[in-house]
């Protein structure tokens, strides 16, 4: 795959080529900004007993009820301490007219990368991790995998409802 | 155009489902020339807007209808059952093209000959024909040729036949306006449609849209506003169908979820006041204000969506007719309470289950003609279907005087299907038996007849009540008929509920499923007891299986797993001592003191053992995320007053937990089942003694919570009695004929709540909880009394309780919120209680305030040291040494601290151990009080108090 299809596929995702970076562990992960509803800081999040090991609880954003989801648990990152974290951010993400919160260990800017640093997913990167990005950044230093929310979010409800 | 279509749409399903039930009605009062008015009108005006719109097909139908209409009205033919079949079929038709234009916005090709002819040839005179009448066809092109000079002819003879009716139909609007608001609405659609709608349509089908609008207004102020803005008002109906409008549902929801948002804000605003130190803050007065106008708002809003249950059942006295000629048999359908309105969602959800009864109840219930004359009764069966608010809910009975149920075939039926076994159905009363209809999986018609007995039956009714949050219930007497009972809540959107905390979690569950708190602790009657590792609970001689909330939702580990504890005591920095009280303190409240909720699934009762009982709150319920949908024992989620976000519980689901518990240790699990059935014609009353010592009694279920005042406590305000409970000012008053012993101490109190309002009615002795059949063995005028009934034995008064609300809610409008919340006069002393137990801390809190000292309470270290940090000073800190947090360690931590060391500290405990009381004179605990007596808690404050000013 070339560097354009691999372009166009970000085109699919989010229409502007606009990316929050937000970290987990150390791994940076780059979200849609247009679909960013809110970011915020850490507050008073409600454990949900039974509930799957990824959702943290639901917390209450200005009278709206918002799943919690530990990006590194969802992820599997066995390295990340994202869920001890006292200063986790919480970046709120809208999809099908649901609130998620995406629990990070920090937020950081917002970047508009050029399309020619694209590239698609390794192919020796871990399945789980393949379906939920887009394809990877290449950034001074570091590596950005591009999340792709539907598949993150698809896969999360529906390995729910299988389980 | 599409506008229009929907709008015609919407208003002539509503008029056909009228003049289905008005038709039913005529047939049996054939005489009755308001009723054929009022029906001619509406098939008059279906085929006038077919005409307008362009619907031949439709209103050819509706015409030949009509035309057979007319004459009866003119007397030229006397209306009989086939005429009205006739009519009943023709208008079959039009819904069938109805469903058909809506779906494909035109109407079905093909013709409805057949139906018209012999729709014509009743007209012309002649007997109805089942077959096609071929004489007719001359007749019939006439017809047409008429219609081809459409416009000019069909408006002359319309306008000719209208004349008459205004006079009729004026007096019959008024009625109907009382009745339901709605039908006024299909009146000022028509009227508009018919006066102004073919001069000026454009216009109309760019109006109607736009009104919705107006409601967002306080109702009063926009009424006038579209009366004019629909321009001058011809006819005598209009004056009063122009007080109300057609608002788009959809718009109602939003308010409605706006509306929802604006009093969990309120609520958290409330909650922030209440923990301020300062009471007399400046916010105080307005937020009151925010907090009564949002109230308002609310009951307003909740109205907008109440509709008559009556709206449900129109459709039923056309299906019991036609049951009726179905079954050959003779129904007499009698519908009372139509006019009781609920949530227009809850309706939407009760119509099918009740529609599914009713139709049981003549298909199942009612024998036909030839064994009701054998068994001696009327030939005409009668279902009775009637609907009445009791305590919030909405009771819906649908009785018949057939058959009733016959218990020996449920028991084949049970058997056969392995729902139980003989031995079981042998220790099982008749009423438990019946109720086996409810279980999945069974249905008793021997025959199945076009109506019921497909296998989908009462199990379908029951799961879609619950899932509102309501219950049925069967009584049913062999010979005499069946009655089923349906208590569903008045609306969906916010519920009362419990909130009960599970080690650090709170969870809500909805007040309706929960009938009673029970504290178990082992030196009281109730305790729980393990019967082969399952717990139950003795309650009132009956063996309540018990689950814990723990268990269940997997919070912490097993009771006995204390290492752990030892771990996390350690973690938070406590020393040794602390962890031995702590273990010691732990194992008690786990073992020996726990609540218990007692909740129940339809008939299904059993108990949820969680740590603790908060308060009750007012929730609006929001659905969980779908990523925790799969988890059965959550129903929602929602806000709390304090923003926090908490899981509503859902009594089924954890029911559904017990079930699973059940296939395990089957016996010992249905053994508990079998005994903790309740009869259900019975009701827990409670019996108290007021003015005289024949006992009274009210139903339980209506007493919000029971109170005991201490005398001191009550104050008088304006000449009335009234109390402070909870933040607000309580009026109490006597039952009828009693007066205020005021030599006692204290005052048992029944507190009543309705809507966010409660009042007390003081009484002189709380006496008993029984379980009795509440029938009114005479009835009285005497006012606050419905009337009298055997309860245990003794002739009861049954208390009214309606009157005492409506006495106390006047004055308490004008009292009750006016002045802000009244402070404890002239505080002498500081009181600082740390207390983590709600009821305690509510109640010590009140009591304390109530002796004339400002109280604070905490419920954690963390929040005293902000109020050490916020520089308040305490000169008492009653301390609960029972807290699972450990008050010794609090104690040690706070008198430490400079600012604190001359407060005195004081431990409350209940039966204190000689350990205990040893480890206190080495703890930072100067004295100790019995938590439970008051007066030695007032007697140790007092001399604390004594001391103080001696030493100032």
């Known amino acids: 795959m070339t560097t354009n299809q691999a372009s166009d596929l970000f085109d699919k995702g989010g229409s502007e080529n606009l990316y929050l970076t937000v970290k987990v562990g150390d791994q940076p992960f780059g979200i849609p900004v247009l679909r960013v509803h809110d970011v915020s800081m850490a507050q008073k999040v409600t454990s949900v007993p039974l509930a799957p090991p990824e959702i943290v609880g639901a917390l209450n954003l200005r009278g709206r009820i918002v799943t919690v989801i530990d990006v590194a648990r969802k992820l599997k990152l066995a390295n990340a301490t994202t869920s001890e974290n006292k200063n986790a951010m919480f970046v709120v993400i809208e999809y099908e007219n649901e609130l998620y919160s995406l629990k990070v260990d920090s937020v950081g800017e917002v970047i508009s990368p050029d399309p020619q640093s694209f590239e698609s997913n390794p192919s020796n990167m871990e399945q789980g991790w393949r379906e939920v990005s887009f394809g990877i950044c290449r950034l001074e230093g570091e590596l950005l995998v591009l999340i792709n929310l539907e598949r993150f979010f698809g896969g999360a409800i529906q390995v729910d409802t299988i389980s | ?952």
């Open chain 2, 1 to 952: 155009m599409d506008d229009m279509l929907s709008e015609f749409l919407t208003e002539t399903t509503e008029s056909i489902d009228e003049v289905d039930v008005e038709l039913v009605q005529l047939e049996k009062d054939p005489n009755n020339p308001e009723l054929l008015a009022n029906i001619f009108r509406l098939v008059h005006t279906i085929k006038g807007t077919c005409g307008f719109l362009g619907l031949p097909r439709l209103e050819r139908v509706a015409h030949s209808a009509e035309n057979i209409l007319g004459k009866v009205r003119d007397g030229d033919l006397i209306i009989t059952g086939d005429i009205v079949t006739l009519i009943l079929e023709s208008l079959d038709q039009i819904k069938y093209l109805l469903a058909e234009l809506e779906a494909n916005q035109v109407e079905p090709d093909g013709n409805d000959q057949g139906l018209i002819d012999r729709l014509d040839a009743v007209a012309a005179g002649r007997e109805p024909e089942p077959a096609e009448a071929p004489s007719t066809l001359p007749e019939v092109a006439e017809e047409r040729e008429l219609k081809e000079g459409e416009v000019s002819l069909e408006e002359l003879e319309r306008v000719f036949q209208d004349t008459p009716a205004p006079d009729t139909s004026a007096s019959v609007e008024p009625e109907r306006e009382l009745k339901e608001g709605e039908v006024s609405l299909d009146e000022l659609e028509r009227i508009f449609q018919e006066t102004e709608a073919l001069v000026d349509a454009p216009q109309a089908a760019e109006e109607a849209p736009v009104e919705p609008a107006a409601p967002e207004a306080p109702p009063a102020a926009s009424i006038p506003a579209p009366a004019e803005a629909k321009g001058p008002a011809k006819s005598p109906e209009s004056s009063v169908a122009n007080s109300t409008i057609r608002v788009n549902v959809e718009l109602l929801e939003n308010l409605m979820t706006t509306v929802s948002e604006l009093v969990l804000t309120r609520n958290q605003l409330m909650q922030l006041l209440r923990v301020q130190e300062n009471q007399d803050s400046d916010f105080a007065v307005p937020l009151q204000r925010l907090s009564h106008v949002t109230t308002d708002l609310q009951e307003a809003v909740m109205k907008t969506r109440m509709q008559p249950i009556g709206n449900a059942w129109a459709k039923l006295p056309r299906i019991i007719r036609d049951l009726a000629k179905d079954l050959n048999k003779k129904i007499n359908l009698e519908m009372i309470g139509a006019e009781t309105e609920l949530d227009r969602q809850v309706l939407e959800l009760i119509k099918d289950p009740l529609t599914h009864m009713v139709r049981n109840s003549a298909d199942h219930g009612l024998e036909d003609t030839a064994g009701r004359i054998a068994a001696g009764k009327s030939e005409v069966g009668r279902v009775i279907l009637e609907a009445f608010h009791e305590g919030g809910h909405i009771i819906v009975q649908i009785r018949d005087d057939g058959a009733g149920i016959n218990t020996e075939r449920v028991k084949e039926k049970v058997i056969s299907n392995g729902l139980a076994s003989e031995i079981e159905l042998a220790g099982m009363s008749d009423q438990q038996i019946v109720r086996f209809i409810f279980k999945p999986g069974f249905s008793t018609a021997e025959k199945v007849t076009s109506v019921s007995g497909r296998g989908v039956g009462m199990d379908v009714v029951r799961t879609n009540i619950e899932k509102i949050g309501g219950t049925v219930d069967v009584t049913s007497v062999q010979g005499k008929g069946s009655t089923f009972t349906i208590k569903i809540p008045l609306t969906l959107a916010i519920v009362s509920s419990l909130i009960v905390g599970c080690g650090n979690e709170k969870f809500a569950m909805p007040q309706i499923s929960v009938m009673e708190l029970v504290r178990a602790s082992s030196d009281t009657e109730h305790r729980i007891e393990k019967l082969n590792d399952k717990s139950v609970l003795r309650l009132r001689n009956r063996l309540l299986p018990l689950v814990d909330l723990r268990q269940i939702l997997n919070i912490e580990e097993a009771v006995s797993d204390t290492s752990a504890e030892d771990a996390a005591a350690e973690e938070k920095g406590r020393g040794p001592a602390a962890i031995n009280m702590l273990n010691k303190l732990r194992g008690r409240s786990r073992d020996d003191e726990s609540f218990i909720v007692v909740s129940h699934v339809g008939q299904y009762q059993f108990g949820i053992v969680v740590d603790q009982v908060f308060d009750t709150e007012e929730i609006v319920v929001k659905p969980v995320s779908p990523l925790l949908k799969e988890i059965s024992v959550f129903s929602g989620n929602t806000i709390l007053g304090d923003g926090n976000v908490i899981m509503i519980l859902d009594p089924n689901g954890i029911a559904a937990h017990i079930g699973d518990t059940t296939m395990v240790d089957e016996d010992a699990a249905d053994a508990n089942t079998t005994a903790t059935n309740v009869d259900s014609g019975q009701r827990a009353l409670l019996v108290f003694r007021a003015g005289g010592d024949e006992p009274k009694a009210v139903p339980l279920a209506l007493v919000d919570r029971l109170e005991d005042f201490t005398m001191s406590s009550l104050e008088e305000s304006n000449g009335e009695i009234v109390v402070q409970y909870r933040g607000h000012l309580m009026p109490l008053v006597n039952v009828e004929g009693a007066t205020r012993n005021e030599e006692k101490e204290r005052q048992p109190v029944l507190v009543f709540s309705d809507r966010g309002r409660s009042m007390g009615v003081m009484v002189d002795e709380i006496v008993d909880i029984v379980e009795s059949t509440l029938a009114l063995e005479i009835e009285t005028s005497e006012s606050g009394v419905i009337g009298n009934a055997i309860v245990d034995g003794n002739a009861t008064g049954i208390l009214d309780v309606s009157h005492y609300l409506l006495k106390c809610y006047g004055d308490w409008f004008e009292n009750g919120h006016a002045q802000p919340k009244v402070t404890a006069t002239s505080p002498s002393e500081k009181v600082l209680l740390m207390a983590e137990n709600q009821f305690l801390r509510v109640m010590l809190d009140s009591y304390i305030s109530s002796i004339g000292y400002d109280i604070s309470t905490v419920t954690s270290l963390a929040e005293a040291r902000e109020l050490y940090d916020a520089d308040v000073r305490f000169s008492t800190v009653l301390v609960d040494i029972s807290l699972d947090e450990g008050g010794f360690a609090f104690a040690e931590a706070l008198s430490s601290e400079p600012g604190w060391s001359d407060a005195t500290f004081v431990a409350l405990g209940s039966d204190a151990s000689p350990e205990e009381v040893e480890r206190m004179g080495q703890s930072a605990f100067e004295h100790y009080a019995e938590k439970g007596n008051r007066q030695a808690l007032r007697q140790v404050l007092d001399d604390l108090e004594g001391k103080e000013s001696v030493a100032a």
